[in-house]
């Protein structure tokens, strides 16, 4: 998990996500890179203090690999959200996605949620299969990418309220 005064890593990573991965996200490097340092110790400080949004960083031997937001849902107050979710590419395929997935999840079953969802890009079958494997399912629902519209992005979501 980040952990306070952790600015540095939490841009660092971000950054990296947003210029490896830009049609997985719904901003864009650009808006990201431009954002001043009060903003990004803000967003630090939102997922790293009690009570609110968490960030899991996926690690091996010390170096950041990997990211992912467990994020509140303030309009309904039941249901979580998974967000930002990013691996290195020379990480991919080797566990760290689904640990960050199965962390968010955990973090979400702590805290009594009923649902988790989540919204990926049509096309990136590979998220999209990691999620299925985990156990979510498509809702139906779809919306673009706000980072561009001429992506459309399907929600998935995970039912908490059953054991598991």
Request: charged content about 25%.
């Amino acid at each position: 998990m980040l952990r306070a005064g952790e600015t540095a890593l939490f841009k660092a990573l971000r950054l990296r996500a947003l210029a490896d991965a830009p049609d997985a996200f719904a901003e864009t490097f650009a808006q990201a890179d431009a954002r001043p340092d009060a903003d990004w110790e803000n967003l630090t400080c939102s997922v790293t203090e009690p009570d609110r949004h968490v960030m899991f960083v996926a690690e091996d031997a010390g170096r950041p690999l990997g990211l992912t937001f467990g994020l509140l849902d303030r309009e309904r107050p039941g249901v979580a959200r998974v967000g930002g979710m990013w691996v290195a590419p020379e990480a991919r395929g080797r566990g760290a996605g689904r640990a960050l997935l199965d962390a968010v999840v955990a973090w979400a079953r702590g805290r009594r949620f009923t649902r988790i969802e989540l919204w990926v890009t049509v096309g990136n079958s590979p998220a999209a299969l990691l999620y299925r494997r985990a156990g979510f399912v498509e809702t139906g629902v779809r919306d673009v990418l706000p980072a561009n519209p001429a992506l459309a992005t399907l929600q998935m979501a995970l039912d908490l309220a059953s054991p598991g």
